[in-house]
């Protein structure tokens, strides 16, 4: 059984940090080859697609509204998946949810479609 859990939401304020986590169990990062990514749910608005990475990490992709502000990252012999979040912005507040996918991934994850989910974490970012 896939799961995805992410960690390291919370609230902080305006141009401040915050790095979360996406630990996956019951697929292997180094030989499953699933590309990953990160996506954002504000209340009242649809998810939407935020960063992502292939299975290698050789390709990252950033949605440009988090450009020079967020990284994201992969550890594959740890089978993490992790977003670097810097300044952040009264915008970014939002339910973050993390991805797997594996054929035709990268292109499936920017169109927010996933083999697997995880249940999310909020982040919110106050003034």
């Known amino acids: 059984q896939v799961q995805l859990v992410e960690s390291g939401g919370g609230t902080v304020q305006a141009g401040g940090s915050l790095r979360l986590s996406c630990a996956a169990s019951?697929?292997?990062?180094?030989?499953?080859?699933?590309?990953m990514g990160w996506f954002r749910q504000a209340p009242g608005k649809e998810r939407e697609f935020v960063a992502s990475?292939?299975?290698?990490?050789?390709?990252?992709n950033l949605v440009d509204s988090v450009k020079g502000r967020f990284t994201v990252s992969r550890d594959n012999a740890k089978n993490t998946l992790y977003l670097q979040m810097n300044n952040l912005q009264l915008e970014d507040t939002a339910v973050y949810y993390c991805?797997?996918?594996?054929?035709?991934?990268?292109?499936?994850?920017?169109?927010?479609?996933?083999?697997?989910w995880g249940q999310g974490t909020q982040v919110t970012v106050s003034s």
């Open positions: 990475i292939s299975w290698s990490g050789g390709t990252v």
């Open positions: 019951g697929i292997t990062f180094s030989t499953d080859n699933y590309d």
């Open positions: 991805a797997a996918a594996r054929a035709n991934g990268l292109w499936r994850l920017r169109i927010v479609r996933g083999d697997y």
